[in-house]
């Protein structure tokens, strides 16, 4: 393929990444009414919302041409940015290699090799996450012809936030006569904070924007790699360079358990069978409602569904503890709000 065919190509999925619908969750907590938004990134092309970063990058790298067709993609991740990657890479006719911690789930594994790219795993020993992208930074230095999509340092990653979900997000809740309080997502890379935190530091500057970590390891407040956790894909042991904590409110920091037991209760009461981030961001949007009041406008990320996570912990029983709040979540109907139509 020429890069003008690449170009074209990456136009064409575009059709089916992004302009994803926003929900309107309503719910009781012990009790107390109120709503949460969350638009629905489990319906991308390939199951999760890292479609539109990669996406994102790979246009941006043919656009400055920085990408030649014959590259091989080689990029560190934690399962869903080797899907994406994969997905794309196949359809423009890249090599894919992706790099990543030998403790992800097998479905992950087994999809993204489901495309026809390498997986090569990375054990606690080898350093795990922080060990996977040392190796790639090394292995870029002896190897040519590779493309390295970098998703924690890249700006393109940031960008397919600011100018895609937050504008969505915004332009949805516009169509209703809304305007959003405050947004909160989980960080992986810190795109989708980022990028939607910028978008709404410009339009609705009074808005809270606050990134989620796992209470088990809360790396974003303490700075350093603390902990370990069961929400995959986010916190990863170290904070990404897109990441600028100044333009951020506090982190909220949600149980790896109790998101467990919110995705369950999205599955079981709405039919919305989500991963285990999601009810960690649901939670997150439900405790900054908390603060805010009933009738706030909070709103959040889906960011893929359950069926990578078939072989965790979000298919067994759950035990309780006193401080959850998803046992007092009582969800009593969502409604739908379109996608905008493309530009
Ligand atoms: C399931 C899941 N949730 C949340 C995130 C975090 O998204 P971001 O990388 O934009 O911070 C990721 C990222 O890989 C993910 O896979």
């Not at 409604?335 to 905008?340: D, G, L, Q």
Request: aromatic share 4%.
């Amino acid at each position: 393929m020429l890069p003008t065919d690449c170009r074209r190509t990456l136009g064409k999925l575009s059709a089916l990444i992004g302009h994803t619908p926003l929900l309107e969750l309503c719910y009781t907590h012990d009790g107390v009414p109120g709503r949460i938004f969350a638009k629905c990134e489990q319906m991308n092309l390939t199951g999760s919302i890292k479609d539109r970063m990669a996406l994102s990058i790979l246009d941006h790298a043919y656009r400055e041409g920085l990408i030649q067709p014959d590259d091989t993609i080689i990029e560190v991740t934690s399962g869903n940015t080797g899907i994406a990657f994969a997905a794309l890479g196949a359809a423009l006719g890249h090599r894919v290699e992706i790099y990543m911690p030998d403790w992800m789930s097998r479905e992950r594994v087994d999809i993204i090799r489901s495309y026809g790219a390498t997986v090569v795993p990375v054990t606690r020993e080898a350093g795990g996450f922080v060990g996977a992208l040392r190796l790639v930074d090394e292995l870029a230095d002896t190897r040519s012809h590779v493309f390295l999509p970098l998703q924690f340092a890249n700006q393109a990653n940031v960008d397919a936030h600011r100018l895609g979900t937050g504008v969505e997000l915004t332009q949805q809740l516009a169509s209703e006569g809304l305007r959003p309080d405050a947004f909160v997502a989980g960080v992986g890379t810190g795109g989708t904070i980022m990028g939607v935190g910028l978008h709404l530091r410009k339009t609705h500057p009074l808005a809270r924007v606050h990134p989620v970590e796992p209470a088990e390891s809360p790396v974003l407040s303490t700075g350093c790699k603390v902990g370990t956790h069961r929400i995959q894909g986010i916190s990863d042991e170290f904070i990404p360079a897109i990441v600028d904590l100044s333009l951020l409110d506090r982190p909220i920091p949600v149980s790896d358990g109790d998101s467990i037991l919110m995705a369950q209760k999205l599955a079981a009461s709405l039919g919305l069978a989500v991963g285990i981030s999601s009810g960690c961001n649901f939670l997150a949007a439900l405790a900054v409602q908390k603060e805010l009041g009933p009738n706030s406008i909070v709103a959040t990320v889906f960011s893929d569904d359950n069926k990578k996570y078939l072989s965790t912990g979000l298919l067994q029983s759950e035990p309780l503890r006193d401080h959850y709040l998803s046992p007092g979540v009582q969800l009593k109907s969502l409604r739908v709000i379109a996608a905008p139509r493309p530009a």
